[in-house]
């Protein structure tokens, strides 16, 4: 049967929207973002615990003195684990797409619950939205709005549209028709029908529907920080990347005490202003912990800690002026650094956030998959990045974005892709030699990220070229999964080929032998190359001008390597402060500036 190209089509049709409908997504792009940024800095202006104090006075409104003490001690926990920024960040993503969804989802499944044609039209769509894998749901996000916020934003919106529309629809229809025809036998127009009849009786119905958007919108965070959202979405992707299962463990419980919050708080407000919720809320039994304020106490709370926290100076730090410096070029000017979670990515990317702050300016580092870095390169959302090897690895980025991106030249090369295994694995010294040992090693190639540019090479060129594709199969993963399975290996002397480059830290780490490529299937060695947005280096022409300059021997190289991995993860910068301590006089020739002989702190 010939293959159908749906996917083909799709593309077209997705062209055909950007180039026609920019406007329009750019319109939509301007008013998620200005949301966004809106409640965001409601959320990030107060300190923490005030704004714990305030959450936990509405849950004490909401559902009792029990639940205000615990999300106050929910959201402290976030504050104690240095993880509230990101909690806020991702608590204003939510609401935004929550509050998007609902104006959208909530007429449509009015209209569904009056209209049987409109409802089995939308029955299909909804069904394809629900079971969609929701990271495909990333892809046209992309596309339209470009990386952050807003791609985020209307990802995670379409995921969590759903339940939305059929619970609306569901509620109304499950009014008793009874009613309906009393209302409209006393003449009751169908306007006031649904609004003082159907809506009201359908509300708990209602509210669980939102409730249900909320949470499908906190499940999609994870995957939409895969677009440079940030937040704790952003922080489990980091964790992914570098097998940070610490990291991971307290970005998942920040998302937990958020999910628990918002989803007792919508459960205990549609109680409220349901007339049946409030009937039953009231014959309920109290306790001392159950005990609710009126809503002029809690009002009255709000305001308390309000005038309590501007008495004590704890609404924010004020801003003050930063005395000049002959060093301060970037005077508080934003650059943005994309990276991927490969070794001398991280390094050269925490070297160049550690040098440019030292030169005045505000640098943001944000991590991601290959794909997404080069799309957000070609996009302008990203200004620069240091790992992009050239001609050969990343040749499939480059001819795809090449057009729109600059490069600012080779700073470290060459470099060599190779399969490695252990020193003891005596009779495996080339790929070729591969070929007989395949039941030793499982048939297994242990591998990276799917969207490096070698894993390609690997599975298009080399296991071809040495009649491997049959005995071995690549598996993917990342680079710290490869890291652990060779470790894991290394200890227990058992065979293991895992994909690596030169330089690489392992090579020092560990005992390993580089297999031998007598067919020159890997290629010749790439450059390291920084790559920048197109006008990067005119906007920012010092940056860019340092950037063309740097160069990095091995040796200097793999001792950040070390210097990073021996310092342990979340503190990649500290690494870099000490290593520079070490090395006197590199900030000044990397970054030079009249006058910063004196004023670099690294520098002496």
Do not use: C
């Not at 920024?85 to 609902?102: G, K, N, R, Y």
């Amino acid at each position: 049967m010939p293959r159908l190209r749906l996917g083909d089509g799709v593309d077209s049709g997705l062209d055909w929207l950007v180039t026609h409908l920019s406007w329009l997504f750019d319109a939509v792009k301007t008013v998620v973002q200005g949301m966004y940024d809106g409640i965001d800095a409601v959320l990030t202006a107060p300190q923490p615990l005030l704004l714990a104090g305030i959450l936990a006075v509405l849950a004490w409104w909401l559902r009792g003195l029990l639940a205000g003490a615990l999300a106050f001690a929910g959201f402290a926990l976030i504050d104690s684990l240095a993880l509230w920024d990101e909690a806020m960040s991702t608590l204003s993503l939510v609401l935004v797409a929550t509050a998007v969804a609902l104006v959208i989802s909530i007429p449509l499944g009015i209209w569904a619950a009056r209209s049987q044609p409109v409802a089995a039209a939308l029955r299909p769509v909804l069904d394809l939205l629900q079971t969609m894998p929701s990271m495909v749901l990333l892809i046209p996000a992309i596309l339209f709005f470009g990386m952050g916020v807003p791609a985020g934003v209307v990802a995670t919106l379409i995921f969590a549209l759903a339940p939305g529309v059929r619970m609306t629809e569901l509620g109304i229809r499950q009014v008793d028709a009874e009613l309906v025809e009393a209302a409209e036998a006393f003449g009751t127009t169908p306007r006031d029908t649904l609004f003082r009849v159907q809506l009201p009786l359908a509300l708990p119905t209602i509210m669980a529907g939102v409730n249900q958007v909320i949470m499908l919108g906190l499940s999609m965070v994870v995957i939409a920080g895969m677009v440079g959202t940030g937040g704790l979405g952003g922080a489990v992707n980091e964790a992914i990347g570098q097998l940070d299962i610490g990291l991971g463990f307290e970005a998942g419980l920040g998302i937990v005490v958020l999910a628990v919050y918002l989803d007792r708080m919508t459960g205990a407000l549609g109680t409220r202003i349901s007339p049946l919720g409030r009937r039953a809320a009231a014959r309920a039994r109290t306790g001392v912990w159950a005990h609710r304020p009126r809503p002029t106490v809690a009002l009255s709370g709000v305001a308390v800690l309000a005038l309590v926290a501007g008495g004590l100076g704890v609404l924010g730090p004020s801003s003050g002026g930063a005395a000049a410096s002959a060093t301060d070029v970037g005077r508080g000017r934003e650059i943005s650094i994309g990276y991927i979670p490969w070794d001398e990515g991280i390094a050269s990317t925490y070297l160049w956030k550690e040098l440019l702050e030292e030169r005045g300016f505000k640098v943001k580092t944000t991590q991601y998959a290959a794909g997404p870095l080069y799309t957000g390169l070609a996009t302008g959302q990203i200004d620069f990045q240091t790992d992009s090897w050239l001609p050969t690895t990343h040749a499939e980025y480059w001819k795809k974005y090449g057009d729109r991106l600059d490069d600012l030249g080779r700073w470290y090369g060459p470099t060599s892709l190779e399969l490695s295994v252990p020193s003891y694995m005596k009779d495996v010294n080339s790929l070729a030699d591969l070929k007989d040992h395949a039941a030793e090693f499982g048939g297994r190639i242990t591998g990276i990220e799917p969207s490096a540019g070698m894993m390609g090479l690997l599975k298009d060129k080399v296991l071809e070229e040495y009649g491997l594709d049959g005995a071995y199969r690549v598996v993917d993963g990342s680079t710290p999964a490869m890291l652990a399975e060779l470790k894991r290996a290394y200890a227990r002397k058992q065979p293991i080929v895992v994909t690596l480059w030169s330089p690489h830290w392992a090579y020092s780490t560990y005992d390993l032998k580089k297999l031998k490529d007598p067919e020159g299937a890997w290629g010749e060695g790439d450059g390291v190359h920084t790559l920048a947005r197109q006008d990067f280096a005119a906007d920012q022409p010092e940056v860019g001008a340092w950037l063309k300059d740097f160069r990095m021997t091995e040796e200097q190289l793999t001792g950040l390597e070390a210097q990073i991995q021996r310092a342990g993860k979340g503190k990649e910068q500290d690494a870099v402060r000490t290593w520079l301590k070490g090395h006197p006089g590199l900030v000044d020739r990397w970054v030079p500036v009249a006058g910063a002989g004196h004023g670099s702190r690294a520098a002496g």
